[in-house]
């Protein structure tokens, strides 16, 4: 059956501004496109946009999809604005459990408190009987009660792990953990059950369709017991009901180990297997992001590299004896500098493109260094609201000028990527979107924060269509409406690039399409 979409605006995102009247599709592949009049005779049912307004389906280009669903299944505090309602929130959820169970609580944000400062562990242990951790909205960074240190037998006397840190004061545990060290709970947790598991992904990619995505890029694969019990999930929930497409990196501590066993030989368009991915550094939020020079607040501090230059060329070799690309973590501007040395050093073969992820901190000399190498840039656009007045505070007014940027790598012909990073951002596109094109938060009226790196409305939406499909080598058949590409569709109710720029966040989702199926309605 060949479905003919027209009555609605349709933008190709081929160039600025085209669009087309008619999109004729047939066994999930575009098989034409302009007038209605010339498309008409070939179709055999014909699907009315109403008005609404039909884009190439928006993919996240980095998001965790079972931590986001873990979010939504659990205690979200994202919005918590002081330290006593944070602990009021948590006591109310301890009071219902049983000593033996779990409160998981995700996305504190101290910096939105009036004196950001963490809970006590002493503060953490009078809130009730059953174990607690407290995940800040970085992901980098965690809070445990006595209960949760006790169980993976972290103690005074246990040492930071490599690549993380078991913060004490006085030789005291303070129940914070940071990057590796936060995995000696996390990665241990009873409850981490194939159905757990299911469900969470079932959650969130339910969540990811109503706010317009038709598939994301995600990295989960060691977070979740052994790397068979999350794979066999996303075949389950995602590959066999075909409503979502995956592509998922492969963490370095379980790359060899999924390789060797081939849990990555079965692929399909929903569920493909990518880049191995690497942690070089940490985050802002805790001062672990690896910086060249001391943080402004912290003169003690340059944050911390997960791993040396040595072993970070040891696991990029890895990958390419394998002939695979390499994603990595990267924020500080020494973690970003490093990480392209190695890539100089070990490049991938003729045509693939390594991926840095967040590229938080740059200067002229980094921009340059990416521009003369084959990688590709995944941005969080929305990483400029939140917490950005912290971070100035943190890097000081010289090296603000390189944060968080976007315009400047798009200038140099890199090929960059959207995405929400989520659960640490709430991954709907059009708040990215709005984050890219004003750098300002919600119900704010300035310039923006570092407005030398805002970008048109066009070039924000490419990041979730264009630059999502280029990233992966997938720009000749997804992200452009166009024949022979995927039939995947966002359909909003609104014309994102006509729209009062304040109303953009708002525009709601009509349909969500994957290879012309419709998977999520608006009611």
Not at 50 to 67: A, R
Not at 253 to 277: C, H, T, W
Request: hydrophobic share 40%.
């Amino acid at each position: 059956m060949a479905t003919l979409w027209t009555g609605g605006k349709i933008y190709t995102m081929v160039s600025d501004g085209e669009t087309v009247e008619a999109v004729l599709e047939h066994n999930g592949k575009i098989v034409a496109t302009g007038e209605v009049d010339r498309l008409l005779p070939q179709a055999t049912f014909i699907q009315d946009l109403k008005g609404n307004v039909m884009y190439p389906g928006f993919v996240d280009s980095h998001l965790h999809i079972l931590g986001y669903g873990e979010k939504l299944k659990h205690l979200d505090v994202s919005n918590v604005k002081s330290k006593d309602e944070l602990l009021a929130l948590i006591r109310a959820r301890m009071e219902i459990v049983h000593s033996n169970e779990w409160v998981i609580a995700i996305g504190l944000n101290e910096t939105q408190f009036d004196e950001p400062i963490f809970p006590t562990l002493a503060e953490l242990d009078v809130l009730g009987e059953a174990h607690l951790i407290i995940k800040r909205s970085c992901h980098h960074l965690l809070l445990a009660n006595s209960k949760a240190l006790v169980f993976a037998g972290i103690t005074d006397a246990t040492p930071s792990p490599e690549g993380g840190i078991i913060e004490k004061v006085d030789g005291r545990v303070t129940g914070v953990l940071k990057d590796a060290a936060l995995y000696m709970i996390v990665n241990h947790m009873p409850h981490i059950t194939p159905a757990y598991i299911e469900d969470a992904l079932e959650k969130a990619v339910m969540s990811l369709q109503a706010v317009g995505l038709v598939g994301g890029h995600s990295e989960d694969l060691s977070y979740y017991g052994p790397p068979y019990q999350p794979i066999d999930a996303f075949r389950k929930i995602v590959e066999d009901r075909q409503t979502f497409k995956v592509h998922l990196l492969q963490h370095h501590q379980v790359f060899k180990e999924i390789m060797n066993a081939d849990l990555n030989k079965n692929r399909s368009p929903y569920l493909e297997f990518g880049a191995m991915k690497i942690f070089v550094d940490g985050a802002f939020g805790g001062r672990t992001a690896a910086l060249r020079e001391p943080y402004c607040d912290d003169p003690e501090n340059s944050g911390m590299l997960v791993h040396s230059k040595a072993q970070l060329e040891e696991l990029v070799q890895l990958a390419r004896c394998y002939d695979q690309t390499v994603a990595v973590h990267a924020i500080g501007d020494l973690a970003i500098d490093l990480i392209l040395d190695v890539f100089a050093k070990c490049p991938p073969r003729e045509g693939q493109l390594d991926r840095v992820i967040h590229c938080s901190l740059v200067n002229e000399q980094i921009l340059a260094k990416l521009a003369s190498l084959p990688v590709a840039i995944d941005m969080q656009p929305q990483f400029v609201q939140g917490e950005y007045t912290a971070e100035m505070a943190r890097l000081g007014d010289k090296r603000t000028k390189g944060l968080h940027p976007l315009k400047s790598l798009l200038n140099r012909g890199l090929i960059v990527a959207g995405g929400s990073d989520a659960p640490i951002e709430v991954p709907n596109p059009l708040y990215g979107i709005y984050a890219a094109v004003t750098r300002r938060n919600f119900g704010e009226y300035h310039d923006g924060y570092g407005a030398q790196e805002k970008i048109s409305r066009f070039e924000a939406v490419q990041l979730y269509t264009v630059g999502a499909a280029a990233i992966i080598g997938q720009q000749h058949n997804r992200g452009q409406i166009a024949p022979g590409f995927s039939a995947d569709f966002t359909v909003f109710t609104d014309d994102i690039f006509k729209v009062e720029i304040e109303k953009l966040p708002n525009i709601e989702v009509a349909h969500t399409v994957v290879d012309g199926k419709i998977v999520y309605e608006k009611d």
